[in-house]
């Protein structure tokens, strides 16, 4: 049966809406089917264990359709589209790869691909004193003011009483900061557990010690994981925003080159506050607040989405273009450059692991037949 896209995504619309007959909805099952079992040769050290990436498509799919239905909003209707364009996607990745004798522009493409980034970080003590996570051993770091700091084999810092501890200086802070295409791990004295994206920074005292508040500062953007403490709230500075919890799990993104601070709560309850008014906020499990000029604006996510990137994922769901090569560029170290021919003012819809080479992301933005990429050396030009 011959499928073109447009053909898809309208057989796909109706099944969704329940109007496919029995003979489209089987159609749909069909093909579904096809792509997923398309290629007798599956690349495993490329694409993954088989019957893993099958059902995680297939499951992303299914809970997305179900959603949909439960909530009634046909507007959520492109993310079953999209979860659907992933599957092709995969079996478009999986053909270039197989193709021994592919046309000389997809050579060069794949010939400049570039490595996703890693467990990496610098570590500043309040002395002064710089320690490389990405080469140091999986060894104690330091020792001091009570605390012992200890790096894992598996990108994480642990810090952890040792000792009496002293009583907190709030001007004597330890910083932990990831370039671009860096990630990293690390748990503070009081067991709080923090996630750093690539290019942020996490400010934090020697020890909380006794304390009235545990109180860090983040630039970038991190997932939380705070360690419930009742008599003890716990705040994180971005910019001009305050979150202040007691312990609960949430994602705050502040890059600097996005148009506004977005704080995502996972579970538990927190209180924003703008420092320079009297403007706050409380946010509740599932919904998100963005910080703009105006004041907070929340509304209703999948807050599974905000942490994508720390399950390893790009998850693009009705996703800006723009925003998603920044969180590409990023990840990668790259510099991104716009072709006066490509257009930018579109949305992105699918997913993909971050551990790919950039080439299995590009590929599937190509897929949209909106723009095409060139990579030279660590810059990536965007043409249409």
Request: proline share 2%; hydrophobic share 35%; net charge positive.
């Amino acid at each position: 049966m011959t499928m073109t896209n447009e053909k898809f995504r309208e057989l796909a619309r109706r099944c969704h809406e329940g109007t496919a007959s029995e003979a489209e909805q089987k159609a749909f099952d069909e093909i579904y089917t096809t792509l997923l079992n398309r290629h007798s040769s599956w690349d495993t050290e490329l694409m993954g264990a088989e019957e893993e990436v099958k059902a995680e498509i297939s499951g992303k799919l299914n809970r997305r359709i179900r959603q949909d239905k439960k909530k009634k909003n046909h507007s959520l209707f492109y993310r079953y589209i999209a979860a659907a364009i992933v599957i092709v996607a995969l079996g478009t990745g999986i053909y270039f790869y197989q193709q021994l004798k592919a046309p000389a522009d997809q050579q060069r493409f794949f010939a400049n691909d570039i490595k996703p980034g890693g467990n990496k970080a610098v570590l500043t003590l309040a002395n002064g004193k710089k320690i490389s996570l990405t080469d140091a051993e999986n060894t104690e770091l330091a020792n001091e003011s009570g605390i012992r700091m200890t790096k894992t084999g598996d990108g994480q810092l642990i810090c952890e009483v040792s000792g009496k501890r002293s009583a907190a200086d709030p001007h004597t802070r330890n910083c932990i900061e990831t370039p671009k295409g860096g990630q990293y791990q690390i748990q503070l004295p009081d067991g709080t557990k923090v996630w750093l994206n690539a290019s942020s920074s996490l400010k934090y005292p020697d020890n909380f010690g006794m304390a009235k508040e545990r109180r860090v500062e983040l630039t970038g953007e991190a997932y939380f994981e705070v360690a419930h403490n009742q008599a003890v709230p716990f705040r994180v500075m971005l910019r001009n925003q305050l979150v202040e919890v007691l312990g609960t799990h949430f994602n705050i993104n502040g890059y600097e080159d996005e148009a506004a601070i977005r704080t995502t709560l996972l579970e538990g309850s927190v209180k924003l506050s703008r420092t320079d008014s009297q403007i706050s906020a409380i946010l509740k499990p599932g919904q998100q607040a963005r910080l703009q000029q105006g004041g907070f604006r929340l509304k209703e996510v999948d807050a599974l989405e905000a942490v994508a990137w720390k399950n390893d994922e790009f998850l693009f769901n009705d996703e800006d273009f723009l925003t998603a090569m920044r969180k590409i560029a990023r990840w990668y170290d790259v510099e991104v450059v716009y072709d006066s021919s490509a257009p930018i003012d579109f949305q992105l819809g699918g997913s993909v692991k971050r551990s790919k080479n950039i080439s299995a992301v590009l590929t599937l933005i190509e897929l949209t037949g909106k723009v095409h990429f060139k990579i030279e050396g660590r810059r990536v030009t965007v043409t249409k």
